[in-house]
């Protein structure tokens, strides 16, 4: 299998690290994650090293280090400018679908087909907590501005809250009509991830303990 390929493009929206844009596979393993930005100049790097496809992104908040998700059931950390590998994150038994890094800039989640969310110690490269608890492979992830809670989303049909500090479930909303593509923390600088609930969609987001 040819390694994978990406590149990223670095602007403004990459010191935020929370956002990217997925666009269609153009030939073998190959993913262009594009990034919006406000600056009036970009600068790009080109990644190569997975041995499958590349299904996620993520920049960190002074947008020197990239994460990426792959099919080749790992997570690998890259410098920016001078675009080698930095580490290997070989945690799950399934493809990897989403990676964020925390604000502390020293750790990073991870979360994929093995149904786990997986918090890392990017210094050491080691596992620090695996957290279980969804049935079905998980598709996206979103972390809140405390860099405490998280928010993963799940074909099992529920996104799910996550207190990294307390290593523990913290809500569960779950939708009985469909697969659920992504949770609903949009960006890291917006508040509570817990406030949207129930009660601000009545009978689609049952809420159980």
Avoid at 189 to 198: D, Q
Wanted: net charge positive.
């Amino acid at each position: 299998m040819k390694h994978g390929r990406i590149t990223v493009l670095r602007g403004a929206a990459a010191v935020s690290g929370r956002r990217t844009k997925r666009l269609p596979m153009r030939g073998p393993n190959l993913i262009v994650a594009l990034i919006a930005s406000i600056w009036a100049t970009t600068t790009a790097a080109d990644f190569v090293g997975h041995g499958g496809m590349v299904r996620g992104v993520a920049i960190s908040d002074d947008g020197s280090r990239v994460l990426t998700a792959s099919f080749d059931y790992t997570a690998r950390l890259w410098d920016f400018g001078s675009q080698t590998e930095l580490g290997t994150l070989d945690g799950h038994v399934g493809p990897v679908n989403a990676v964020a890094f925390l604000p502390d800039g020293r750790h990073a989640l991870s979360a994929g087909d093995d149904n786990t969310l997986i918090v890392w110690d990017l210094e050491r490269g080691s596992v620090v907590h695996r957290f279980r608890g969804h049935t079905a492979k998980i598709a996206d992830l979103a972390v809140a501005a405390d860099g405490d809670r998280v928010a993963t989303a799940s074909w099992d049909g529920s996104v799910r809250l996550w207190s990294l500090s307390d290593r523990a479930e913290t809500r569960r909303l779950v939708h009985h009509a469909a697969v659920i593509p992504s949770p609903s923390i949009p960006a890291a600088k917006r508040s509570s991830p817990a406030t949207r609930t129930a009660s601000s969609a009545p009978g689609r987001w049952p809420t159980e303990s």
